[in-house]
């Protein structure tokens, strides 16, 4: 469904481009959240995963990285911490400066999980050529970029 404002044509296109992009990426995230186990989030999963291809990192690097608030990331380290996921480090010279890696649970969780979840976004992305894929990543990188 499209927008019903009845403004100028280009805020016509641009909310109607909006609202495709948005539900897109809703039904997308909705069917690639199906394969994640009860209780793991989207952002959850996010943090594992950068852990995994990055290594230990900095919460607010994290936070940076997954375009959260630090305060939004602390909550979600915090419950990945109580499920024995990850570890928290803190500099011992300035206790602000928090390292977050992965526990031995953390990474064998992360290793069997992530292939699963690459399956199903390449199945998502099926739909669309590989020239196709290349646009879409290149158009959603140029709006995400600008601002």
Same mark, same amino acid.
């Given at each position: 469904?499209?927008?019903?404002?009845?403004?100028? +044509?280009?805020?016509?296109?641009? @909310?109607?481009?909006?609202?495709? @992009?948005?539900?897109?990426?809703? =039904?997308?995230?909705? $069917? +690639?959240?199906?394969?994640?186990?009860?209780?793991?989030?989207? /952002?959850?999963?996010?943090?594992?995963?950068?852990?995994?291809?990055?290594?230990? @990192?900095?919460?607010?690097?994290?936070?940076?990285?997954?375009?959260?608030?630090?305060?939004?990331? /602390?909550? *979600?380290?915090?419950?990945?911490?109580?499920?024995?996921?990850? @570890?928290?480090?803190?500099?011992?010279?300035?206790?602000?400066?928090?390292?977050?890696?992965?526990?031995?649970?953390? =990474? *064998?969780?992360?290793?069997?999980?992530?292939?699963?979840? *690459?399956?199903?976004? /390449? $199945?998502?992305?099926?739909?669309?050529?590989?020239?196709?894929?290349?646009?879409?990543?290149?158009?959603?990188?140029?709006?995400?970029?600008?601002?």
């Amino acid at each position: 469904m499209g927008t019903r404002h009845q403004g100028a +044509i280009e805020e016509i296109n641009a @909310l109607n481009a909006f609202i495709k @992009l948005q539900r897109s990426a809703e =039904s997308v995230s909705t $069917r +690639i959240h199906a394969v994640l186990p009860d209780g793991l989030t989207i /952002t959850q999963f996010g943090v594992l995963e950068a852990l995994h291809h990055l290594g230990p @990192l900095c919460q607010s690097e994290l936070a940076e990285k997954l375009l959260k608030s630090g305060g939004n990331l /602390t909550l *979600v380290v915090d419950n990945l911490e109580k499920a024995g996921f990850v @570890l928290r480090d803190r500099d011992a010279s300035d206790r602000r400066f928090v390292v977050v890696r992965l526990t031995e649970k953390g =990474s *064998v969780f992360i290793d069997a999980l992530f292939p699963k979840v *690459v399956a199903n976004v /390449t $199945r998502e992305m099926r739909a669309l050529s590989s020239t196709e894929l290349a646009d879409l990543g290149r158009l959603c990188k140029k709006i995400g970029l600008q601002g």
